[in-house]
């Protein structure tokens, strides 16, 4: 069948001979119905026949040339046979016959070809350079019939697919002629041309809107948005969001009803392109106050909300956002807003900007700012967005004869065009025509204004261009029109009601400012290390936060940037005022500033999820906008959220995640046994995840109120690492906010919101409350008060009791600890922190008490000096066994030894019945006649060592010893210091097992009841006290029962550092593993409790 079929359309091509018209005119028939297959149109193509086609076309007689074009369109749609016509130049002929033929059935199908042509872009590049669309806006004008009407408007929706297309009909007054055709009678022709005027309204300039404003063609496209017609409908839809982008039409829009035909489009909820289009005309129509109230009147602003709460379009959150805090300012529409869950939309939009903040860069998608005339972020594809990419890559060019290239003078037209005025493109005009006559002489310093590399070229910001200056271009300012609507957002506020704190940040550090010149910005990019970049130097308006940053801070010069300090507040911003308003999430702010200078904006704000979507903001995103400051201030220093703060554990995480941020707790600092083998494998860079503190926070959240990523993201991937300098800003934050918080609970409402909550709330208010009032308990008559009086520090100890070591309650409850204890300021020995290489024996061994040095070499010489004594001590023993006067236990006046101990090695110690029974009831029971060892005249001690027992044995024969490290020089020498006893020291010192001997001794203490020796030996061990001994040392303390040693060791762990505390946390949970809780709750009480009456 195919080959038959093949076999036929070879036959009819070979009958296309100009000579034999009937032939022809046959042939033409047949082909015209065959080739509405695609397969005929393919065979038709390899056998030749298009060339056949395009000879005819170009014939005289107008009838084959008429048949030929119908045959042609039909081969047109087909990828293959446009190919095969563009290399026949079968364009051109097509061209040739718009322009010289007047017949209106050859017109139309020509059009038809071409419109089907068009499909390619090859082709209508081709097309554009021979003036198609000038004719066929010129046959538009002149024609009437509407087929061939239908076929020219088709064509040119085809063919202007781009800005500059589009301008050639605005420029040949086409829309006039194409906005009447839209009122035609005629459905097909209308269906058309709304198809058409949607295209041509797509990223259309100014002067396009315009004109169809003039037509008065708006009313008749929302008329027709209103259609029954599903593609009419649909088309004319996308027409409307359009036209919406221009600000002189949107207020057209709303008068002539189109906002009530994209409001009802949303409720149809059919197309989903053409739903997100109508999503975007409403948020651009809320930009005009008179449009705002039509947008509300239709019930849009539900329908926005929900589409925002429900997460279904996540590239239109940031729009609807935009145009929600365009009714800040308005008490009726912010409520409707409220009552619909607003602020839950807007903590799930910041959370995404936070979990995404990695994937951007510091400008992109930041084009917050209340201008017109260009898309909110790059979702549709837009010119502008193309045009930011230019201008991002013409000004990294920092060659000198790349200024000269003809190529890159025209981006930097188009970027004057876009910056600034047309004053200024004529003067870079004016510019380029002086930059070819005269050559750049020796760059000299740069004007006011300008950000250079080496040298400067041209400054949007002065308004001027410098050709003494030519080099390298680095150049990111803003307007006048510009820097005034960056304050648009709080320009209505009232006065009473702003923030105290506005000032700007800046630190002119070296530190700081060379990792701001490493951080990636829009527009200015610095190749050369030795060159400044200075600040903008603009002209702003009277009120604009860049205003008063100048009035209050003169213009630094390059030479004292960092010498001369600069006083900063801790609420105030971290870049120039004027890039504020183009920071992530400026609008949400926006809206969360503005509820939080309601009277009371806790019911609102005042959440879990709230408190901790700021707070990420602040620590994880670069650069963050100072509203995100200002809502925790005001909250902060409202009386009627004060309440609400504690119980949602906002004062604590404050404290956690920005005073301590710099010191997340670090599992892979605990022991394998207490975390994820897989904690090892995180770098340093991972301090700032979430902490065991972060799931307790929004531990109770459920799926709706939180945003959560639904897949598991590498952490370095999701978070940047911290700079010092946003880390000390985050630090003045959370301290600045304590300070407020601490100062709202000295007032008498604040303390009687604190003993509420301790009296009568609940299990987790009251949890909150004991956690947080370490934090707000910061003079001594409120901790008294509430710690001591209402038994605030009983409370806090008691948690221990119940919490699990392994849970994330825990080491929030440990934090509070350690900061009332630093607060407090609980004090350990001195010696405790002597060096391990240091021992008792050093100041048994030399006459001066000498400083620790740190150095391995100091620690040698230690090693070896000791080692020396020892050897010393033994040469004297060696020499003269009985001279040591001091060793009570040689100068013994008991007579002969009479009972032996043998050891655990088989070592024997011999020593006196009668005053090992007077020092020890164990040993007076052992050797009476009621037990065994009274008949033995060797005593088997297998669990005991030589060592351990002689040091006992001489203290109870008297021998002293003394643990004290200052003891004096002349002490030592004296006949009061055993010297056998020196001598153990030393050894076990110089062996580095002085802590198994001392335990060892302390526990042949507890079990033979020589209460002085146990004595000694908790003075002992108090000396070796640090972190990888205390555990061992409490537990043998919790286990001979020696409060003492467990309370200096518990004390030793409360004068951790806090921002040390990430370290040692492990010690915390492993005491609290394997000890009885409510026994260390206890001595933890006791310790705070004695501290607090002091």
Known sequence: ????????????????????????????????????????????????GLKRLVALIQLPNKTIADMALSVLANCARQELSRREIRRLDGIAVLAEVLKNNVKTSILNRTSRALANMAEDELSVQVME???????????????????????????????????????????????????????????????????????????????????????????YIVKLANSELLQVRNSATLSLANLAHHAHVRVCIGSEGGIEALTKQLKRDELEHVTVKAIEGLCYCCREGINRVRVRDSSALELLLKILLSGKWLSLEKKIVFAFAQYCHSEKDLEILLNGELVRGLINHLNRIIHQIQSRSDFEDHDDGFTDHQSFTADFYTDYSMRTNTVRSSFSDVSAEALK??????????????????????????????????????????????????????????????????????????????????????????TASCPRVLSSHQDFSKTQRECDLCEPTLGLTCDDPNSMCTENQTQVMPGSPVGQRNLL????????VQDEPVLVSPLSPKVQSGLHHRSFGQSALTLLLRIAHMTNPSTHLVNKPCIQALLDYLRLVNNPNPKCARILNLLAENALCFRDLIVHGAVVAIHHQLCFMNCEYQENAYPQKLHDPESNAHSSEEQRLPSPFRKRFGSQNSEDNVFRPKDKINPNALYQSMSSATQSHCQEIGKHLLKILSNQAQTLCGKGEIENLLLTGSKEEHKECVLALPLLCRTTKLRQQMLVEREGLKMLCDLFKSLSPTGETFPIAVESVIVLANELQVIFPGNVTRKKSEGISKDLTSSTIEESNPDASDDLHQMKKLKKELSNIQALSSSDEQDCSSCLYHANSFGPPDIIFVMEKGDKVVAHKLLIKS????????????????????????????????????????????????????????????????????????????????????????????????????????????ASTVLQIYNYGYRINSPKLCLLCLTYLLTINLSNLPNHLYLFKELFISNERGHLAEQLYEILHSHLKC
């Open 1 to 48: 069948m195919a080959a038959a079929c093949a076999k036929y359309i070879e036959d009819l091509i070979s009958k296309l001979n100009p000579k034999s018209d009937s032939k022809t005119k046959k042939s033409l028939i047949s082909l015209t119905k065959m080739t509405k297959d695609k397969d005929n149109v393919d065979v038709f193509c390899a056998k030749g």
């Open 129 to 219: 350079e021979l003036g198609v669309i000038h004719e066929l806006v010129k046959l538009l004008t002149k024609t009437s019939d509407s087929d061939c009407q239908q076929s020219i408007i088709r064509a040119l929706r085809m063919v202007c697919t781009n800005p500059a297309r589009k301008q050639a009909i605005v420029d040949l007054d086409a829309v006039k002629t194409i906005m009447e055709i839209l009122q035609s009678q005629k459905p097909s022709l209308v269906n058309c041309c709304i198809k058409t005027v949607a295209e041509l309204t797509k990223e259309c300039s100014k002067e396009f809107a315009q004109q169809v404003q003039d037509c008065g063609s708006v009313k």
């Open 405 to 494: 290239d003809e190529t890159f003078l025209k981006k930097l037209e188009e970027t004057a065009r876009e910056v600034t005025d047309t004053k200024v493109t004529g003067r870079l005009s004016k510019f380029k025509r002086r930059l070819k006559l005269k050559p750049s002489p020796i760059p000299t310093t740069p004007p006011p204004g300008v950000c250079t590399i080496g040298q400067s070229v041209f400054s949007f910001a002065a308004r001027q261009t410098d050709t003494t200056t030519l080099v390298s271009v680095c150049t990111f300012s803003r307007s006048v029109s510009s820097l005034a609507s960056s304050w648009h957002d709080l320009a209505t506020l009232s």
């Open 553 to 560: 801070t003169p213009p630094l010069s390059n030479s004292n």
């Open 919 to 1026: 020092a020890s009831d164990v040993f007076t029971a052992m050797l009476s006649e009621h037990f065994l060892e009274s008949t033995q005249s060797e005593i088997s001690l297998q669990d005991i060592s030589e060592d351990v027992f002689e040091f006992a044995l001489h203290h109870m024969y008297g021998c002293k010893i003394t643990p004290n490290e200052e003891i004096s020089s002349e002490m030592i020498s004296s006949q009061s210091c055993c010297e056998v006893l020196r001598k153990k020291v030393i050894e076990i010192q110089v062996n580095d097992n002085e802590l198994q001997f001392y335990l060892d001794l302390l526990t042949l203490a507890d079990r033979f009841l020589l209460d002085r020796l146990r004595t000694l030996c908790e003075k002992f061990l108090v000396n070796l006290i640090d």
